[in-house]
């Protein structure tokens, strides 16, 4: 099993919590409860790693995602000490250690101002969580491994009052969508790439 991503979101924040509430199809998180997102390779593993998990601790997954090539995991609880136990339990089953997840990297950052609003209107209709208007700035951003985006989410939503409107935490790249004015736009995207920037780890091949 090859360990690609792992990160702990110290506190949920409301929008993604929301989000993560429509879209996961385990049991659902709530706000301010610590959360881990993990993905590896091959995907159908994914199962050995959350039976471990759940079996040493009491967090409760949200959402299991198996796919041919990478599998994601994400968990819960309110004590971030079940968090690091179940990080303990599913690094000792895979064999590794934390440092040889793959460090994130930013695929591509785009910002568009003014938005037209009948590009607003094609958005709004494949999110998943609030909406974004006409005339409000939009952050897009792509990143890899997938997990990460998921931390890039929670961590503009803590630095600016911004719109989450969609998190794909999977697959070949992870993908955030985010709206609001200008300025807040400029914080947050500020906050989500500087945040993937700390997380260490092996280069990718």
């Not at 959360?35 to 471990?52: H, K, R, S, V």
């Not at 009491?58 to 000490?81: F, W």
Request: a negative charge.
């Amino acid at each position: 099993m090859e360990l690609r991503a792992l990160t702990v979101l110290d506190s949920l924040q409301p929008q993604l919590t929301g989000f993560l509430q429509t879209v996961c199809s385990g049991f659902m998180p709530l706000e301010e409860e610590a959360a881990l997102f993990i993905e590896i390779a091959p995907g159908i593993a994914i199962n050995q790693l959350t039976d471990a998990a759940l079996k040493a601790t009491t967090c409760r997954p949200g959402m299991q995602i198996v796919e041919r090539a990478y599998g994601m995991l994400e968990l819960h609880n309110s004590d971030k000490g079940q968090i690091e136990a179940a990080i303990d339990a599913i690094l000792g089953q895979m064999g590794v250690k934390r440092e040889d997840r793959i460090k994130p990297k930013v695929v591509s950052s785009q910002v568009i101002n003014g938005l037209d609003g009948h590009h607003s209107q094609l958005i709004n209709r494949m999110r998943h969580g609030d909406m974004v208007m006409r005339g409000q700035t939009l952050y897009i951003l792509e990143c890899y491994p997938a997990a990460y985006a998921a931390l890039a989410a929670n961590e503009a939503e803590k630095a600016a009052n911004i719109h989450l409107m969609e998190v794909i935490s999977f697959g070949a790249v992870g993908r955030l969508w985010l709206g609001g004015n200008e300025a807040d736009i400029a914080v947050a995207a500020a906050a989500a790439e500087g945040a993937l920037k700390k997380v260490t780890g092996r280069e990718s091949k």
